[in-house]
């Protein structure tokens, strides 16, 4: 038992999650979650339902109250009981302690071991005088120790039946099915079937431990059928990655000999255009030649007749005759002589295309193991590749837009599976400096690089104290250019200043609204305001702290989200990643739709991320479990086109995680499970 962060912790665990204020008289409801007594009168007297019934404020489940319908007939908590008193006594100096005799309140108390009460100074005396009490460990509690304590929380267990308050429970009826004290088994319990308690936990405890070991070997050969069928998962992508680089080729080499045919019927073209040309040019200078020599003519001709004389005009007769009989002998161009250009489309290629596609791609159903009762509509089927169909968004008001092509690069990687460099990178954020900061949740660290993946400085180390880790993931960078980090595990957000010295943190353990659970997503919205995603153990939710760490508000929580990553804001919306699916709310954290759903088809997501904005308003979308990253129209949810494959090389992705832009407009990803960090261009 760690009784250091039992201590720590101890507010929280003894906290009513209805009032908010440490239990009174705790009773434990069937779901095991305690409450206060006055709280569960309270909700029992403003049920909705007829008879005696109760919801359970923390799960929402619906239990019949026990007995006469009263809520004191739930079981007291024993443990939130050991646990008060331990948080009385850690507080004994600066608040009173009730004396369990006397209903004195005084600091100057005694613990009895035996009893499991307090007694004052006065009382304690009485006490000790009792020969009973002879054998009962008494300590005071300003001498309480860590082992004391322990001894404490071991404490027996007393009946809850009225007037058997001081009897051990020693005894179990196996009828009843119920730990009964002395005085039960002669009063209540006569002639039922009986054993020892103790022997009755010891078979119980048996019991569990076999079923413990049963279901532990259950669960190991459930983990073998999933590697199974992670294999199989494995396998279909490979076969797909194969399929998709064979329609390429297909594609481009339909696309290479299409193209050639194309260039053979444009060189014919051209060749006849030349040739036409080269005749008609020919046929127009001799017309051009033609008209020169008649308008030569004519002027002389002109000339000759307003000052010749008349026997020059006659002997011209002659001369001017050939002309025009040589004027009435040229051929003018004949029109049938002209090439003519036509091109007639090979109708039987296009309606074979349309008909029979580039090729098609056969799906058939793999076997599915014998001892999983699995039902799948899967039929073999065939579908044409020809072309691409436009993605639906299921519940989303805006209209279709057009996809653009788009093209992404990986330019730079850097850094490696070592203390020195990388280790499981997680999260990763850039600031207006252009530094790239990596939470390492291999060597619970944020390390510091440069643009060009130059190494600059690393903080933190494994803990909990401040300016230490415990599994580091969400990381932002403020305006003051501050580090942000969600300490997941401890579960807090630390703020460091840009050379990592610790400044402040906000949230600790707990289920009230300042506090968090698992907080693993970090961003900052318009308002400079830290967005926290909270993964709860019983309910997630989107929490919203000023950014000095104070809480504003918290959305997501009425069945909206299932088991949220990260949250962002853009624009008028708040954009999160789910398990399967991203989901839209307004501004006031009204729930407006949903896109994408679980799937490795395109615009299909598994396990999204960390989402980022790129300088051109798309969504960069981390599809984790499907090795790539998606990219999205906003805000209509619209699918663009998606980068990256599960591998190892340059541009391939084992788990990305996050994403972030530099000021160029290159887009920083962490690799997670190859420990690096890429850097791509978009073309």
Known sequence: MDIKNLLDNLHDQVSCSACLSTLTDPRQLPCLHSFCLHCLNELASISDFNGPFLTCPECRKRFRIPGSGNPSEFPSNFRINSLLDVLAIKEYSTARVKCGNCDKLSAQTSYCFQCGSFWCDECISAHNIIRANKEHRTLAINDFQDQDIEDLLRRPAFCQKRHHEKELLRFYCKDCKVAVCNTCVVTLH??????????????????????????????????????????KIIEIQMQVADVESQVEKNVDQIIGIVNAKKQKILDAVDSQARKSLEFLTLKKEKVQNKVTLVELATDQTESLMKRGSSAEILGFNETFDTILQRQSTEGSVDSECISRFKFTESKKLISLLNSEGIGSVKTVLFEVYKDQQLETNCNESSKASGGMERANVRGSPFEPVQKRTRRFKSVLSFGQPSVEILDRPWGVAVNSRDEIAVSEYGNCRISLFSSDGTYLRSFGKPGQNNGEFSFPCGIIFDKNHNILVADCHNPRVQVFDRNGNFLRKFGEQGCLDHQLNKPVGLSIDDNDDIIVTDQGYLKSAIKIFSSNGKYLRKFGEAGSLT?????????????????????????????????????????????????????????????????????????????????????????????????????????????????????????
């Open 563 to 683: 088991q949220p990553y990260h949250c962002i804001q853009n624009g008028q919306y708040f954009i999160v990643s789910d398990t399967c699916s991203i989901k839209m709310f307004n501004l006031d954290g009204k729930f407006i739709y949903t896109f994408g759903k679980k799937g490795v088809n395109d615009g299909e997501l598994n396990k999204p991320r960390y989402l980022s904005v790129s300088k051109d308003g798309l969504l960069m979308v981390c599809d984790s479990y499907n090795h790539r990253v998606q990219v999205f129209e906003l805000p209509s949810g619209k699918f663009v086109t998606k980068f990256g494959c599960k591998g190892s090389e340059r541009g391939e992705f084992r788990n990305p995680n996050a994403t972030a832009n530099l000021s160029d407009g290159r887009i920083v990803l962490c690799d997670q499970l190859n420990d690096r960090i890429q850097i791509f261009d978009q073309m």
């Open 190 to 231: 006569d002639g039922h079937n009986k054993m020892l308690l103790q022997e009755a936990t010891d078979a119980r405890r048996s019991q569990i431990n076999s079923t413990i070991a049963s279901l532990k070997q259950k669960v190991l050969e459930e983990r073998k059928e999933v590697e199974k069928y992670n294999q």
